[in-house]
């Protein structure tokens, strides 16, 4: 038998092995890939922003401050961003951005290869990247990581970042619809200048709200998303007109406009501004505190990306009422001081010309070139000093302007010792020489006459009508605190913590511990009334007298600031006068442990000195803590709790935080009812009665009435209050009260190196800042203090304390709490002393 064998089969069979071979490693790669794929879906979309609907777009937004009245005063964010909703976004400029970024927007689902496509073209003709190729859904994706993430791992060229932005914005187009894209791209986006999205950039650029916007705005703002800093307006204004010209062709090429309103477009002038900074340029020192007392509240997170609207206490109007009272009084007794010399000297005329040049330009740069304007700062360099020394020719860049002597003469050496009104130059110094530089600001003739200084040096003027005329300046190294509350809310009208809060950020009105000087007494006369129950006739003795101090191991002597002495007064006429020695006899009687403790109920919270010159304020304390002191004196015993912040609700309108006041105007009725309730239920504490309140109250009126502080009756209305200076005048103080408003004013250097001069006390120095303030601080005329139950009024004679006969010179009507009035009279004239009568109530 013949066998065959069939070659054929055991080759097909070997083909099918292989074959199988193949599908099962291919199969099995693939099974592979996907498991890696999936796996790495996994671990790559675990932290990406899960957008399901346009609700869970909660980006980083600004929170806002606001005053009374409903200004913006202060700002604090991550990034600056107020959300719109879609509807609230101009057509005009959506077509603008759509013309510009992705023109196919409606039309791709995520990803336009149309759009790769071309730009790889334009950029292969070009030579280099002119046109992009990420969709607007791309950008957002990519906007929103940055935003998630930080800008170094949001934007970090690696592949997976890529394959994250690319996930995103697959859910983008899976869950929202177009317009929602559009929203969060016009939302999300940096536009510069300290802007996220178009509302912010709006406000930012030409403080005006979006829809407000005209064209040439409109297509200037659409131009920003491919390039915010190539193409900003700021720092490359021709690049950001090129960039607008161009949005403008693309709109017109799109259909939205017409050739003649890109014409008018495209010659329009835009005027662009900076970024607003909102918390140092309104109330500065308010608001940082405002931010203080968030923070202690709320973490930084929720204040700096939650949008948090908070309402304040703070009056704009009294603010900058205040900020002026600091600003022009304060370089009054700056000046009383003595001139410290000039900014700088050039002494060749390489140096002189390069300067002038140099502030030539940056005059020009400013636009302030052209003229001087009246009433600004400039800085001059001495060209010449006439041979009479009445006139100093200076230039101020390429300008010319004379200064002349009836416009300097407060500018004597600096000496503490002298009297200034007795040191007025009558001659231009030999300190000034050709080639210093000196602040001055820009004046006329009339105000230079105006000045009761100029005198007769006013004839030794040129004539010339055409002269510039500038008055010499400093800038102040003296400091100045202003903290002003309504007494009945304890709301905070106003707050300065000095001179400039770019010069220091340091809060003296609430964070300087400074020695108060004789505004300390009316506390430890306070203590008196109510401790030891005296009387505003109650005797002291005004005479020499020295005390042993065992701790310091010395022997102190007090004495008046006239260095006299009366002999026996009463108590409202030594505190009327602001006498030290019956004031240290006062606090003798009333003990220091007492008188101490008495303070600390008035809310005196620093270390105080159990020392007999604790009266005289020789214990520093805060500013803050006095006007607490005297409010409660306003309200007659009750303490109200100081007030910044009245009301904080966060970006769903939930109010978080309610302390505002129920009579507050600016709330609306239902609010008013509720936290009306809410002082019912928790009333003002009462730390004193409301006798002892009346009764110093009525004390330091006379204060203002004819004592120290006789310079507060310029604002018109009842005042009660108290100057202090300290020794050597390194601090004056004025701390007064009407019936509404209770305001500190504080004067002196930061160290104590160097005092004030020695004429400087509390009403020259710290008083009439005071009343600047107040005169435009008090709305509306206010009476007089109202008696409270429990006090009557007996006319007397007011050094003695002893009721007057109806021939008493100069009698006066005092207050006294109920059977506590002076039963015995006055001497009549010719007839024997008083001190005959035997009155021994509080005498020393």
């Not at 330091?700 to 202090?724: C, H, I, L, S, W």
């Not at 160290?751 to 710290?766: L, N």
Request: aromatic letters at 10%; a positive charge.
């Amino acid at each position: 038998m013949k066998v065959v064998f069939d070659d054929a089969r055991p080759n097909e069979s070997r083909l099918r092995r292989g074959l199988r071979w193949v599908a099962f490693v291919t199969l099995t790669g693939l099974g592979a890939v996907g498991i890696i794929g999936i796996v790495s879906y996994g671990v790559f979309a675990s932290d990406v922003p899960d957008f399901k609907s346009i609700d869970d777009y909660r980006p980083k937004v600004v929170t806002q401050v606001f005053s009374q009245q409903g200004e913006l005063i202060g700002e604090f964010f991550r990034e600056r961003r107020i959300v719109l909703p879609y509807k609230d976004i101009p057509p005009r400029l959506i077509q603008g951005v759509l013309a510009s970024e992705d023109d196919r927007f409606f039309e791709h689902s995520g990803i336009d290869y149309v759009g790769i496509l071309r730009a790889a073209v334009k950029n292969l003709k070009a030579g280099r990247v002119v046109q992009g190729g990420s969709t607007i859904t791309q950008q957002v994706a990519k906007s929103l990581l940055i935003s998630e993430e930080g800008y170094k791992r949001g934007s970090a060229k690696k592949l997976s970042r890529k394959i994250r932005e690319a996930i995103l914005a697959r859910r983008l187009e899976r869950n929202l619809s177009k317009e929602d894209i559009l929203a969060l791209y016009l939302n999300q986006i940096f536009l510069g200048n300290q802007a996220y999205g178009v509302q912010a950039a709006a406000q930012n650029y030409f403080r005006k709200n979006v829809d407000e916007l005209s064209l040439a705005e409109t297509a200037l703002l659409a131009g920003l998303p491919q390039a915010p800093s190539r193409f900003s307006p700021i720092k490359h204004p021709k690049a950001a007109k090129g960039r607008r010209e161009y949005v403008l062709r693309r709109m017109l090429e799109e259909g939205f406009i017409s050739q003649t309103e890109l014409n008018e477009a495209r010659d329009a002038e835009v005027k662009i501004f900076l970024a607003p900074d909102y918390a140092r340029n309104t109330t500065p020192y308010f608001t940082e505190q405002v931010r203080r007392e968030l923070l202690k509240r709320y973490d930084e997170n929720a204040l700096l990306e939650q949008g948090l609207r908070v309402f304040t206490t703070v009056d704009t109007e009294r603010y900058r009422a205040a900020e002026d009272a600091v600003y022009n009084k304060l370089r009054l007794v700056d000046r009383r001081q003595g001139y410290r010399g000039p900014l700088a000297h050039m002494g060749t005329a390489k140096e002189q010309a390069s300067f002038l040049e140099a502030y030539s330009r940056e005059l020009k740069r400013l636009g302030r070139d052209t003229e001087l304007k009246d009433g600004e700062l400039y800085v001059g360099l001495i060209r010449a000093i006439d041979e009479a020394r009445t006139n100093i020719s200076l230039s101020i860049g390429t300008r010319e302007a004379v200064l002349p002597l009836s416009a300097m003469r407060w500018a004597r050496s600096v000496n503490p010792q002298k009297w200034f009104e007795g040191a007025l130059l009558s001659k231009i110094p030999k300190s000034f020489q050709v080639g210093d530089v000196l602040l001055v600001r820009a004046t006329t003739r009339d105000r230079i006459k105006s000045d009761q200084y100029a005198g007769p040096f006013m004839r030794a003027m040129p004539t010339d009508p055409t002269i510039q005329f500038v008055a010499l300046e400093q800038e102040p190294n003296l400091e100045a605190a202003l903290l002003s509350v309504e007494s009945e809310s304890g709301y905070v009208l106003a707050m300065i913590g000095g001179y400039s809060f770019d010069r220091s950020e340091f809060n003296r009105a609430l964070q300087a511990c400074r020695q108060p000087g004789s505004s300390f007494k009316p506390i430890v006369y306070a203590a008196a009334l109510d401790l030891k129950h005296w009387t505003p006739s109650s005797t002291v003795l005004d005479a020499p007298v020295t005390f042993d101090d065992p701790r310091a191991g010395k022997r102190w002597k007090p004495a008046n600031f006239n260095v006299s002495f009366e002999g026996e007064v009463c108590l409202r006429y030594a505190l009327q006068k602001s006498m030290n020695v019956p004031a240290v006899r006062v606090l003798e009687a009333v003990g220091l442990g007492p008188a101490t403790r008495y303070a600390e109920r008035l809310g005196i919270t620093t270390e105080l000195k159990r020392e007999l010159g604790l009266v005289l304020g020789s214990s520093c304390v805060k500013m803050e803590d006095m006007v607490n002191a005297y409010s409660i004196f306003a309200n007659y015993g009750e303490h109200v709790r100081r007030r910044l912040i009245t009301r904080v609700i966060d970006r769903d309108q939930r109010v978080l935080f309610d302390d505002g006041y129920y009579k507050d105007p600016w709330a609306g009725i239902g609010l008013k009812v509720d936290r009306a309730k809410h002082w019912l239920e928790d009333p003002p504490e009462r730390i004193i009665d409301q006798q002892t309140g009346f009764l110093i109250t009525k004390m330091m009126r006379n204060v203002v009435e004819g004592g120290t502080g006789t310079g507060a009756r310029a604002v018109r209305v009842p005042v009660a209050g108290k100057t202090g200076t300290t020794n050597d005048s390194f601090d004056a103080w004025f701390i007064g009260f009407t019936t509404e408003i209770t305001t500190a004013v504080w004067v002196g250097y930061d160290d104590y190196v160097t005092p004030m001069g020695r004429y400087e006390q509390g009403g020259r120095a710290a008083l009439p800042l005071w009343v600047s303030y107040m005169k435009k601080a008090i709305k509306k005329k206010t009476g007089e203090f109202k008696a409270p139950p429990g006090i009557n009024f007996v006319r007397i004679d007011p050094k003695t304390g002893y009721r007057a006969r109806g021939d008493t010179p100069g009698a006066v009507l005092e207050a006294y709490r109920a059977g506590t009035e002076p039963k015995e009279y006055v001497a009549a004239r010719g007839a024997a002393s008083p001190d005959e009568f035997g009155l021994t109530d509080g005498k020393l």
